[in-house]
């Protein structure tokens, strides 16, 4: 009778990790999404969906398996001539456009989805990112390690504000701080009841009353985030999920039973992406956006956030509350092996230079 073997005996096989392009949006993206770094999970599938919606364009996936568990889930939409085959990862610019990857895939994983791209297109632009997006980094080592060219170009310096650290130190809000907003909200009350509202999942049309009448709707062209003519059709499909809508914190003050102001954040974790705020200039001389941001950021710490990513612009501000720059944001071209990348590297500078 032959002696049983010992678990410890079995050699341990590599998983099996094999890719497939789907039409549309894969159904897998959610359950990437869930095995994501934390702060990337509200990358779901209504996220793209939303995406489509609201800017066009037709979708195919590519979705990597690792031992048939979905490990990568990237959708891409063709642009430019068909006979270029170039394509982009949908979304929306605020807070990144980037893919859902698990936090464990691995670099096979990457080789994978590389060679089922490679067999699709000539050129995939991922972007803007900041600098360190965990997925967007590995695959770009496994990129340059099998010959695509790899380019970027600089679209601005992200903020960020450690809140961790401010409640650590203790005394933040400062004394001062608060004594003028209190003064602030003293001489904004002379206008009508103060109505401080803070919101799960909601208040677009509050919001978009307010860019409407703010500095947006009047010095630029479509960015209005909450507006029919601006992105407004984005977030209500994306709201649609309810997990994307649970990340949704919405922050809004009523003057007289009027919007006035509000901010709009992403809050994943302990991370909280800052997307929007403004404010009616009828109140202005008041600092209604100031007074409650002030106050979204001490019931943000209250309720555990401890970092903030506002993103790029506006910088002024963002450092007198506290913040410091962050990491570097950037447009990524990834070009496959062969003449595409012997082109991509000729385009390198011309597609630096049409950063900002």
Excluded at 39 to 44: I, Q, S, V
Excluded at 277 to 295: E, Q, V
């Amino acid at each position: 009778m032959s002696k049983p073997m010992l678990l410890s005996e079995f050699t341990r096989l590599p998983p099996l990790v094999r890719a497939r392009v789907d039409a549309g949006l894969s159904g897998a993206i959610d359950l990437v999404a869930q095995a994501a770094p934390l702060h990337h999970r509200f990358l779901r599938y209504q996220w793209f969906a939303a995406a489509l919606a609201a800017y066009g364009g037709s979708a195919r996936t590519v979705l990597v398996q690792a031992d048939d568990v979905p490990a990568i889930a990237l959708p891409m939409i063709g642009f430019g001539p068909a006979v270029a085959r170039l394509a982009a990862v949908p979304g929306c610019y605020w807070p990144f456009r980037s893919f859902p990857a698990r936090e464990d895939a691995d670099a096979t994983a990457y080789e994978v989805l590389l060679d089922t791209l490679a067999a699709e297109v000539n050129a995939l632009r991922i972007g803007p990112v900041c600098d360190g997006d965990p997925g967007v980094e590995r695959l770009l080592a496994a990129a340059r390690a099998s010959g695509w060219a790899t380019i970027d170009r600089f679209v601005a310096d992200s903020f960020a504000l450690d809140m961790g650290a401010l409640a650590a130190e203790g005394g933040w809000p400062r004394a001062s701080t608060l004594k003028k907003n209190r003064f602030h909200e003293k001489h904004l009350a002379a206008h009508g009841a103060l109505d401080w509202r803070f919101l799960v999942g909601g208040g677009f049309d509050a919001m978009a009353e307010v860019e409407r009448r703010s500095w947006i709707a009047q010095r630029t062209d479509g960015d209005a985030k909450f507006t029919e003519g601006g992105h407004g059709a984005f977030w209500r499909a994306a709201a649609q999920d309810p997990v994307l809508a649970d990340m949704f914190k919405t922050a809004l003050l009523h003057v007289d039973g009027k919007p006035a102001a509000f901010s709009f954040d992403i809050q994943v974790g302990d991370l909280r992406y800052a997307i929007a705020n403004s404010y009616d200039p009828a109140y202005g001389k008041h600092s209604p956006g100031k007074l409650l941001y002030w106050r979204n950021l001490v019931a943000a710490m209250a309720g555990g956030v401890r970092h903030i990513d506002w993103g790029a612009g506006d910088s002024g501000y963002k450092q007198v509350i506290g913040a410091d720059k962050g990491p570097a944001i950037r447009d990524w071209l990834l070009l496959r092996p062969g003449m595409p990348a012997l082109l991509g590297r000729g385009l390198r500078r011309m597609w630096a230079r049409s950063g900002h």
